[in-house]
């Protein structure tokens, strides 16, 4: 089950990962406006989704790749809470939705810290 639980969840990355260069314009609009160089941000959040994945399955970076994405979920936060404050940015998303994403946040926190 262990192991199936780690492949998920690199799958769950990989796919967000490429998300960010498929789809860029859904993860610009909830990127607060007070960063600057919002298509970098994309772009690296969008990358080290990928890397991590793949960290994540190579048992020599697992464990660094598993401390990755609990930063990275950490560096993230303040997005979902603006796309919640934006009530979904047109992406028409139940608010309930966007709330249960926050704590959500810290299950996928919990999940990624078993593998540190």
Known sequence: MT???LYL???????????????PKLYLKIIPPFFKYKEWINWISGAAEIILAIGLIIPATQTMA????????I???PANVYH????GAGMKIPKWVLWLRLPLQCVLIAWAYMYT
Do not use: E, P
Request: net charge positive.
């Open 3 to 5: 192991t199936i639980s």
């Open 84 to 87: 919640l404050q934006l009530g």
């Open 9 to 23: 969840m690199a799958l769950l990355y990989l796919a967000a990962g490429i998300m960010h260069f498929r789809y």
């Open 66 to 73: 598993a401390w990755g994405i609990i930063a990275l979920l």
């Open 75 to 77: 560096a993230v936060f």
